[in-house]
């Protein structure tokens, strides 16, 4: 089983609709969680961290459930410069950080 | 200011040769780390140092070395190189090795061996 797994994709929305992203993780020591966008032919970039409590950054919302080992981000109103992969991190104290293979998005008109 | 910058972007050679990719962060990071991205688009860490000293080597054939002169840069050193080494090589750092830390990354040099 791969440390980090996440919906297969790819997904095609259209604009404005709502998409969600699934993460499954199996290490239960993993202690930092994030979801990572990478752009064609670009370097990964944060999007946002995953806090136990759940948190929100404008039209994304991030949850996180440690019982089920399980990640997810909403996204909101979808613009097409939305589409991208979208990666699922997951991180253990003093140990490296796992990448999922990554969802991807396409937006379209 | 590019925070984290990587040398070339591109790298076409033969089969064989020895070629470097460079790396430095101008963020004062502590942690630096070489990434690989196949052409499955998964990315695999490679490396890990943490101020100079490595922390991190996963199964990585030796003919990889990597190299950090100070903790602002982390060089990539591959010796005779191998088509199935032709993958996008992505250099990163962050701040420590503690929880919360974010991962930063370079622009990534896309390799071809011919």
């Known amino acids: 089983r791969k440390e980090v797994e996440q919906d297969p994709g790819p997904f095609n929305v259209p604009e404005g609709a709502t998409v969600a992203f699934n993460c499954t993780y199996s290490n239960s020591a993993s202690q930092s969680f994030f979801w990572y966008r990478q752009d064609c032919r670009k370097e990964p970039k944060l999007l946002m961290s995953?806090?136990?409590s759940g948190n929100e950054d404008g039209r994304f919302t991030a949850q996180l459930n440690r019982a089920s080992q399980y990640i997810s981000l909403l996204i909101r109103d979808s613009k097409l410069s939305d589409s991208a992969t979208y990666l699922c991190v997951v991180r253990g104290y003093g140990q490296n950080f796992v990448f999922g293979p990554g969802t991807r998005l396409s937006v379209l008109p | 200011d590019t925070a984290v910058s990587q040398t070339p972007k591109y790298l076409v050679t033969q089969m064989g040769n020895d070629k470097s990719i460079k790396c430095e962060q101008n963020?004062?990071?502590?942690?630096m780390y070489w990434y690989k991205q196949d052409s499955k688009k998964f990315l695999k860490i490679m490396f890990s140092y943490n101020n100079k000293e490595l922390i991190i080597n996963e199964t990585v054939p030796n003919r990889f070395s990597p190299k950090s002169p100070d903790k602002a840069h982390l060089n990539l050193h591959i010796n005779s190189l191998e088509l199935g080494d032709s993958a996008v090589y992505f250099c990163a750092s962050s701040q420590g090795w503690g929880t919360n830390e974010k991962l930063f990354f370079g622009s990534g040099t896309q390799l071809s061996v011919l």
């Open positions: 995953v806090y136990s």
């Open positions: 963020l004062g990071h502590d942690t």
